[in-house]
């Protein structure tokens, strides 16, 4: 087997065509319909990586805030941070908790992410309304995952993946949110490095590897291609969900 870090030639496939998505569209409908228009088809061993915003839109994640909905506390922290009230009152309503509130605000969404905003944004999204993640990335992953694997006939994995920051870092990245059909990391634990030494703690993220990887053809602004494929790595065939690249909150050093 082929040790994921060490893969010998990656493949990032991107699908083009896709048809923008409306609310309560089957997706896993209009993904095939895509990879036909775009004559592209996976093969056993690839791995889809799926934009969360085409998800959220399909399941009826999309908001419209009115005016008198805001409360005061979300007109506050629009002042503090230079966001619109709407965007701040659907974060303020999709998080569990406030991390923190300027100059960017901070929150622990329902499904566990600690991220600004809650995930809530406008990019993408129908005009004048927010689309928020998802309720549950990791079954809306393995609804794509279980369904496509099998009209194709073989395991394919899906990630659904979020554009976020990240502490101490300036950028975004592309972040695994939702994972189905493989586990979503590479253990080098009991490996040698150069030196022969044995690696005692190496766990690497493959799925926020790979939905990063993913990014680069699939892009944040007006490129059309939600979806992708990669193609050369090799990866655990068991069960594993981005809950669980989650830290704890013990183990969390900005909570």
Known sequence: ???????????????????????????????????????????????????????????????????????????????????????????????????????VLITQTRQGLITDYSGVDSSNAPTGRFVALSEDSDDSASKL?????????????????????????????????GVAGMFPFTDNSNRKDLFGRELRSSLVCLADELASAAELVMGQADERIPVALIRGIEYKQRDGSAVDILRSRDENLFL
Do not use: Y
């Open 1 to 103: 087997m082929i040790n994921p870090v060490r893969a010998q030639r990656l493949e990032i496939i991107p699908i083009r065509g896709m048809p923008l998505v409306n609310e309560i569209d089957d997706l896993s409908e209009l993904i095939l319909a895509t990879f036909q228009t775009d004559s592209q088809e996976p093969k056993p061993g690839d791995i889809l990586v799926v934009s969360h915003t085409i998800v959220s839109i399909a399941e009826g994640r999309v908001f419209k805030i009115d005016e008198s909905d805001i409360s005061d506390k979300a007109r506050t922290i629009a002042e503090k941070t230079g966001q619109g009230p709407e965007k701040v009152e659907l974060a303020l309503r999709e998080a569990v908790e406030i991390v923190r509130e300027s100059p």
């Open 145 to 177: 995952h279980v369904k496509l694997s099998k009209v194709f006939g073989f395991h394919l994995p899906v990630i659904i993946c979020d554009t976020q920051g990240r502490p101490w870092r300036k950028g975004t990245t592309n972040l695994a949110i």
